[in-house]
């Protein structure tokens, strides 16, 4: 259960920082209007591009957990190709 979450959160911040520094909301900040040298800082292609950067970096993350999950169930789980029966000698 816990390893879901650190997954989905992985996957939701991803997408929000891949996605949010080019959208008008990343333009229209309050933060961003009040004080314009941050505005100027923040509408840079490259700390757009860094911010982007960060969220892919997260959903990598995500989907490195998802994989370790999948090999950790496969590991609890053995499959026998042969039956479990002895062999006898008669």
């Known amino acids: 259960m816990r390893r879901t979450l650190f997954i989905a959160f992985f996957f939701e911040i991803g997408v929000a920082l ?20 941050i505005h100027a800082f ?14 892919l970096i997260n959903i990598l993350a995500g989907l490195g957990e998802i994989i370790s999950v999948l090999v950790a ?8 190709p042969f039956s479990a029966t002895p062999l006898t000698k008669d």
């Open 18 to 37: 891949l996605v949010v520094p080019w959208s008008t909301f990343w333009d229209r900040n309050y933060f961003a209007e009040a004080l314009p040298p």
């Open 73 to 80: 169930r496969n590991m609890e789980t053995p499959t026998t």
């Open 42 to 55: 923040i509408t840079n292609n490259f700390v757009r591009g860094a911010v982007s950067g960060l969220g």
